[in-house]
Nanobody, 121 residues
């Protein structure tokens, strides 16, 4: 069993900042990629940012220069630092992780329960 637990969502005004955290726990052999997605009301879930096992990062164009993803390998935790927030960033943010629970077995994608981020103008 693997769990991803998110924290750090909330409500801020335009231009504000929030930091999201997501900790993976359970039967983990190795974590490959970790990342963040978001889903706004009436819209499809979209990828926000990801960080690979080697530390490479990638971002959605809409958040480049404002959001920073980082990872604590020892704690199996991924963070999303969000700055200069805009109303269009309002969404439920989900973390995900591609996790190996056993050696020589395929990795499985796990998802957190989501955390609400609301940016008011």
């Amino acid at each position: 069993q693997v769990q991803l637990v998110e924290s750090g969502g909330g409500s801020v005004q335009t231009g504000g900042s929030l930091r999201l955290s997501c900790a993976a726990s359970g039967s983990i052999f190795n974590i490959i990629d970790m990342g963040w997605y978001r889903q706004a009301p009436g819209k499809q879930r979209e990828k926000v940012a990801a960080v690979t096992s080697g530390g490479g990062t990638n971002y959605a164009d809409s958040v480049k220069g404002r959001f920073t993803i980082s990872r604590d390998y020892a704690k199996n935790t991924v963070y999303l630092e969000m700055n200069i927030l805009k109303p269009e960033d309002t969404a439920v943010y989900f973390c995900n992780a591609n996790i190996l629970t056993r050696a020589f077995h395929p990795a499985t994608m796990y998802w957190g329960q989501g955390t609400q981020v609301t940016v008011s103008s």
